[in-house]
């Protein structure tokens, strides 16, 4: 049997073609497929504008220096996230303060917020936590009555809705990942969209250094044009390598969602029959694009969940430990928080499992035997069935 992973990126022919097309052309660094890219993201998420980065964490980052967050400035993040939510804020010389999330949607809510707020809360970083949407009118309405910045980590949400619409749209600031564990891929890269036309011209600037004038407008320019630094920037620029490859990926998008959507409920189903076990589900106001599936084991399943990791393995099968609490990382040892219990539990008895386009049914089918078999109790590895709580050394990787 082949070894099956828990993600494969979808790229085809036409991928291939588009980056060697992009070398052909000599415009191998931030140009105009760069721009293309933007417009047809910010259109399929329904936002005025988008500004393409390096990744993720980039385009959070951008988000909070153009928030105006500093020094001494609380932001209110999940602990359970991929630890760059937490890092940006660092970053910036913020203080970020973790917060707890619900346990069936696993992001924050208004009452887990509101938990954690202080005098000195300036902003939140709410995750839409793999694919999971958030739920956003009482979560914006609760951030506008307090003044506070309200930034989407929509890293894994690409393709997922909220009440009929794409996550992006009608968002200050969201950020969002094309590295491979997501449904659309740039090898690595980022895009953060904004409902401010303004603001994302500042974050083109702040991208490339601060500078006024892109590379791509004064090549173009037939009278001599001098670039002038407005403010310190960064250098966060994605690639027209990338944006080609993008550009394709955002066209295969839809196909990916159906047939993520589909995998997702034949887990739904062949898992229901396991007592107590809990899957990734929709949540009431929106859809996932179930970036991630992640299944939660009751207190009672046989073997605790780094021994079930062990057996997966042992037959073949790449899965994952559920999303990580950065507050029990060693980076975060010391750092003060207040009690989290959903997030503990969530992130010590959780796992994801194998999910991409091109699984099979024969091979999705193997997965769901293994779970099966090892919540009957019969052992298919020499894993055992004793107990193993706590984190495993895996991890949810963001780009």
């Known amino acids: 049997m082949s070894r099956i992973p828990v993600m494969i990126p979808w790229l085809g022919e036409a991928e291939a073609e588009a980056v060697a ?6 415009w191998v660094a931030q ?7 933007e417009a047809a993201f910010a259109a399929r998420v329904q936002a005025p504008a988008a500004v393409a980065v390096s990744n993720c964490t980039t385009a959070l980052h951008l988000a909070l220096v153009m928030a105006g967050i500093g020094p001494g400035d609380e932001v209110i993040v999940p602990s359970l996230s991929f630890i760059a939510t937490a890092n940006v804020v660092c970053h910036q010389q913020a203080v970020p303060v973790f917060a707890d999330v619900d346990p069936v949607t696993q992001n924050l809510t208004p009452a887990t917020i509101e938990a954690v707020l202080s005098p000195s809360t300036c902003a939140v970083i709410a995750v839409h936590q793999g694919g999971t949407p958030l739920d956003l009118d009482p979560l914006r309405a609760f951030c506008a009555e307090r003044d506070l910045v309200l930034i989407e980590d929509a890293a894994c949400a690409v393709g997922s809705t909220y009440r009929g619409r794409p996550i992006g749209a009608d968002a200050r600031y969201a950020a969002f990942s094309f590295h491979p564990r997501k449904l659309l891929t ?4 980022g895009m953060l969209v904004t409902d401010d036309r303004a603001l994302a011209d500042r974050g083109r600037r702040l991208r490339e250094h601060g500078m006024n004038l892109s590379a791509a407008a004064r090549h173009g320019s037939n009278t001599v044009t001098l670039e002038s630094y407005t403010e310190v920037g960064f250098n ?4 027209d390598l990338q944006a080609a490859l993008g550009l394709v990926q955002l066209g295969r998008l839809e196909a990916m969602i159906a047939r993520r959507r589909e995998l997702a409920a034949r887990y739904q189903q062949a898992l229901s029959e396991l007592p107590g076990l809990i899957t990734a589900t929709d949540p009431e106001y929106g859809t996932s694009n179930y970036q991630s599936f992640w299944v939660l084991l009751p207190d009672s399943f046989p073997i605790g969940r780094d021994a079930l990791l062990q057996v997966l393995l042992d037959n073949d099968i790449s899965a994952r430990r559920g999303i990580m609490a950065a507050h029990c990382e060693p980076a975060y040892a010391g750092h003060s928080h207040t009690s989290l219990p959903v997030t503990e539990r969530l992130t010590a008895r959780s796992l994801i499992l194998p999910l991409y386009h091109q699984l099979s049914t024969a091979d999705q089918d193997r997965v769901i035997d293994v779970l099966r078999r090892e919540a009957r109790g019969v052992s298919l590895s020499g894993a055992g069935t004793g107990s193993m709580t706590g984190s ?3 991890s949810m990787t963001r780009g």
């Open 21 to 26: 097309e992009t070398v052909r052309s000599g």
């Open 31 to 37: 140009g105009p497929r760069v721009a293309a890219f």
């Open 186 to 189: 740039t090898g690595e890269g």
């Open 236 to 239: 966060y620029r994605m690639t």
């Open 392 to 394: 495993s050394t895996g």
